[in-house]
């Protein structure tokens, strides 16, 4: 099977996940494509994976002229596959473009990741291409329901869940009391930590009233990660000071050891590498009620609205309080992270959709 997979300027998940498609497809005996930014390749390495690559630039913004060359270097770049697989909203109008009026067009595969949160001019762009995504692919995949919902009210003829899963947990490349001494405060403090970029999407600034507030145990509220909120972040924790340190990038696995519980206050999230991290690691997850968090956490967390720092703050304080509520969400999400499908699961997953369709114009 002839497959090109089209992505847009990424730096984190989205690249991840379709270079575990590559190597899937690739190693079961597809013939790969990937068209996207030159970037994408250098820090994915999709042509080491067993790809071609095709250079097309799809910024992550709409602009006509650089739109409609993206448009022809797609064109050219799905001619003669059997499925082009997009992913991303941007990407797969783009490719919807691209192949419409092809006497022998290719399956078309989106895969949404985020959910559109723009509002202003840049939401009406983005809703104009939910519509284009919408009624041109042959199938839609989603990381959560609710942009499920969204895509079959704008028209979307088949829809389905998108199987995005997390790499394995690597192992700690420090031991607890290393990761410790890096932590102010006393030993034995409990450490309540985020793992998320320092954005708006992210939802800090509820984790922040939330850390204001007053809990016996006096735990540390840990961000782990980096971003344009940092400075203004910093800046609120030492005016308020806050129980809250900004540790910076840091590797998961080291942080997940010492952490009593997760804290998930996203504003929307799909399927979170943070979350799947959690789960494989058997910490308590306590996170916002958005996107695919619920599906994926199950029974295994605590779920709170979004942007409710004092239901949040009950949560934590009644984690903190309950050691057998603690190790009950432990349990749980170590069970959880076992069941959660892994990078073979994905391929397949993928393989399934492009053999069910067939190709509108052969």
Same mark, same amino acid.
């Given at each position: 099977?002839?497959?090109?997979?089209?992505?847009?300027?990424?730096?984190?998940?989205?690249?991840?996940?379709?270079?575990?498609?590559?190597?899937?497809?690739?190693?079961?005996?597809?013939?790969?494509?990937?068209?996207?930014?030159?970037?994408?390749?250098?820090?994915?390495?999709?042509?080491?994976?067993?790809?071609?690559?095709?250079?097309?630039?799809?910024?992550?913004?709409?602009?006509?002229?650089?739109? +409609? /060359?993206?448009? $022809?270097?797609?064109?050219? *770049?799905?001619? %003669? @596959? #059997?499925?082009?697989? =997009?992913?991303? +909203? /941007?990407?797969? $109008?783009?490719?919807?473009? *691209?192949?419409? %009026? @092809? #006497?022998?067009?290719? =399956?078309?595969?989106?895969?949404?990741?985020?959910?559109?949160?723009?509002?202003?001019?840049?939401?009406?762009?983005?809703?104009?291409?939910?519509?284009?995504?919408?009624?041109?692919?042959?199938?839609?995949?989603?990381?959560?329901?609710?942009?499920?919902?969204?895509?079959?009210?704008?028209?979307?003829?088949?829809?389905?869940?998108?199987?995005?899963?997390?790499?394995?947990?690597?192992?700690?490349?420090?031991?607890?009391?290393?990761?410790?001494?890096?932590?102010?405060?006393?030993?034995?403090?409990?450490?309540?930590?985020?793992?998320?970029?320092?954005?708006?999407?992210?939802?800090?600034?509820?984790?922040?009233?939330?850390?204001?507030?007053?809990?016996?145990?006096?735990?540390?509220?840990?961000?782990?990660?980096?971003?344009?909120?940092?400075?203004?972040?910093?800046?609120?924790?030492?005016?308020?000071?806050?129980?809250?340190?900004?540790?910076?990038?840091?590797?998961?696995?080291?942080?997940?050891?010492?952490?009593?519980?997760?804290?998930?206050?996203?504003?929307?999230?799909?399927?979170?590498?943070?979350?799947?991290?959690?789960?494989?690691?058997?910490?308590?997850?306590?996170?916002?009620?958005?996107?695919?968090?619920?599906?994926?956490?199950?029974?295994?967390?605590?779920?709170?609205?979004?942007?409710?720092?004092?239901?949040?703050?009950?949560?934590?304080?009644?984690?903190?309080?309950?050691?057998?509520?603690?190790?009950?969400?432990?349990?749980?999400?170590?069970?959880?992270?076992?069941?959660?499908?892994?990078?073979?699961?994905?391929?397949?997953?993928?393989?399934?959709?492009?053999?069910?369709?067939?190709?509108?114009?052969?």
């Amino acid at each position: 099977m002839n497959i090109v997979l089209v992505l847009g300027t990424s730096a984190g998940g989205v690249g991840r996940h379709v270079r575990t498609l590559v190597a899937g497809l690739a190693g079961a005996g597809h013939q790969v494509v990937v068209a996207g930014p030159a970037a994408t390749d250098e820090a994915f390495g999709f042509t080491e994976a067993g790809a071609g690559f095709a250079e097309v630039p799809i910024s992550d913004r709409p602009h006509p002229v650089n739109d +409609l /060359r993206s448009v $022809a270097g797609l064109r050219s *770049a799905a001619r %003669g @596959a #059997r499925t082009v697989h =997009a992913h991303g +909203l /941007r990407a797969g $109008a783009l490719a919807a473009l *691209a192949l419409a %009026g @092809a #006497r022998r067009r290719p =399956a078309l595969v989106v895969t949404l990741h985020n959910a559109v949160t723009a509002g202003g001019a840049i939401g009406a762009i983005y809703r104009v291409l939910e519509r284009i995504v919408a009624r041109r692919a042959d199938h839609v995949l989603v990381v959560s329901p609710d942009i499920g919902e969204r895509m079959r009210a704008r028209g979307a003829r088949r829809v389905g869940p998108a199987v995005v899963p997390a790499p394995p947990l690597e192992d700690p490349a420090r031991t607890p009391d290393e990761v410790r001494r890096e932590l102010p405060g006393r030993k034995g403090r409990p450490v309540l930590l985020t793992v998320a970029r320092l954005a708006q999407q992210k939802g800090l600034e509820t984790l922040l009233d939330a850390a204001a507030r007053p809990y016996e145990s006096d735990p540390l509220f840990v961000i782990a990660g980096d971003g344009p909120l940092r400075a203004e972040l910093q800046a609120r924790i030492d005016a308020e000071r806050l129980p809250v340190f900004l540790y910076g990038w840091a590797s998961p696995p080291d942080l997940l050891q010492v952490a009593t519980a997760v804290l998930v206050p996203s504003r929307w999230e799909g399927q979170p590498l943070s979350v799947q991290e959690a789960l494989k690691a058997g910490r308590p997850v306590i996170a916002t009620r958005v996107g695919g968090i619920p599906d994926m956490v199950g029974d295994a967390a605590l779920l709170v609205p979004p942007g409710d720092a004092v239901a949040l703050s009950r949560e934590i304080g009644r984690l903190l309080g309950d050691p057998a509520l603690a190790a009950r969400l432990a349990g749980a999400s170590a069970r959880r992270g076992a069941d959660l499908p892994d990078e073979a699961a994905a391929v397949r997953a993928v393989i399934g959709v492009y053999s069910g369709l067939e190709p509108p114009g052969r």
